[in-house]
């Protein structure tokens, strides 16, 4: 009779019948006589069709509480479709909390380390002249990153010429922390004359500033802030930044310590260049140049400036810079493959006549020697319009 009730569900009837049917079988072949007789002849086959019915019990213990909700509806057509519509209804809010998460995740464009290795290759392959900035970088990079609770924010400060290469190692970077690189929600960028043009009105900037800081790193704990001509910020927008960078818990209950802070910056160029200058000067190659031989010079250089401006911000004084990260001067053959990768990125084919021609174009210094381009790379990828049947 049961097996007939449950003939609209196929699966359950299956399951039920085939269940029943085996422990119909199994009583006929437990009659008592037959018992004694097993057990008188052989134990162990007592044992066997015990092992048997603990099987066919297990089975029926493992199905499912979903199976037999849907049994009871069948057999007494109770709570049924209010059953079902909860079931429904649990499902529905189940997708939709899980579309809703993935949406946010991707509206962030979450924060996505990758393998340091990646970032090393990346700086080898496309950054030129610069071992010293990419030395600095990663090993800055790195170690905050691997650092479970960091004391402070990293803040790192780029200085040298035009063209050198800071924005784009900023860039990178950013490409390397984040899905969506410089559009990611946890990256800001701040360029001085556009976002901060106005002396008179510095307070408002730094309330402006310091609200949109709060709101990012409640966003993105790790949060990267790039300030682009910092040599043009306010002293006390500059000094609006201390808190953010110094060794604090938490200010108003956000805990800033695992961002990163980027500082890029002019300043400081004429010395890193004349450290340049003299190694060549003295037949030695540009490689030998070490942090040794020329932070210390840069360091004083920028607090010792009578400039206006970042040189008298309380970061560097106070120690809240971690790194002072030069970039040198590039030379002829750094601009040849400035050219190459401009080439390259629009998949344009080139010669080695063409990436000659293309960096003659660019203006060489000092007067006399000749050595480094006063434009860095930049306007190579323009120049290579020339080249263009």
């Known amino acids: 009779m049961v097996c007939r009730a449950l003939h609209s569900s196929p699966l359950l009837f299956f399951c ?15 009659k008592p006589w037959e018992r004694r007789d097993a057990a008188q002849s052989s134990a162990s086959q007592g044992s066997e069709h015990y092992e048997r019915l603990r099987s066919h019990l297990g089975t029926m213990r493992d199905l499912s509480r979903r199976y037999w909700q849907l049994l009871a509806c069948r057999l007494w057509q109770e709570d049924c479709e209010e059953e079902e519509e909860v079931a429904e209804k649990n499902e529905r809010m189940r997708t939709v909390m899980m579309e809703e998460e993935e949406e946010e995740e991707e509206e962030r464009g979450g924060t996505v380390i990758v393998e340091h290795q990646g970032l090393e290759l990346e700086l080898g392959r496309r950054l030129h002249g610069q071992h010293l900035a990419k030395n600095v970088v990663l090993k800055a990079v790195q170690g905050f990153l691997e650092t479970p609770q960091p004391e402070k924010a990293l803040a790192l400060s780029f200085h040298g010429w035009s063209g050198t290469g800071k924005n784009f190692v900023a860039r990178i970077m950013a490409e390397h922390l984040y899905q969506d690189g410089l559009k990611s929600d946890c990256v800001k960028v701040f360029i001085s004359p556009f976002h901060f043009p106005h002396s008179k009105y510095v307070d408002i900037y730094k309330v402006q500033l310091a609200k949109q800081i709060s709101e990012t790193v409640q966003e993105c704990e790790q949060s990267l802030f790039i300030f682009d001509e910092a040599e043009k910020l306010h002293d006390d927008l500059l000094d ?11 200010i108003d209950t956000v805990d800033y310590r695992r961002s990163i802070f980027l500082f890029l910056s002019n300043t400081g160029s004429n010395i890193i260049n004349e450290v340049a200058l003299d190694f060549w000067r003295a037949g030695r190659a540009r490689e030998e140049i070490t942090m040794d031989s020329l932070e210390q010079h840069l360091r004083t250089e920028l607090l010792e400036s009578t400039d206006e401006g970042y040189a008298h911000n309380r970061l560097l004084e106070e120690n809240l810079i971690d790194f ?38 660019m203006v060489f210094v000092p007067k006399e020697e000749k050595l480094f381009s006063a434009q860095g790379c930049k306007s190579v990828s323009q120049r290579i319009n020339y080249f263009l049947p």
């Not at 609006?240 to 938490?250: A, N």
């Not at 990768?341 to 174009?361: C, K, N």
């Open 16 to 30: 039920l019948c085939f269940l029943l049917t085996g422990a119909e079988g199994q009583a006929r072949q437990s």
């Open 240 to 250: 609006g930044l201390k808190p953010y960078m110094d060794h604090y818990d938490s």
């Open 324 to 361: 002072l990260v030069p970039f040198l001067p590039l030379e002829f053959r750094h601009v040849k493959l400035c050219a190459r990768d401009a080439f390259l990125a629009r998949g344009l084919p080139f010669t080695e006549e063409a990436l000659d021609e293309v960096a003659r174009m």
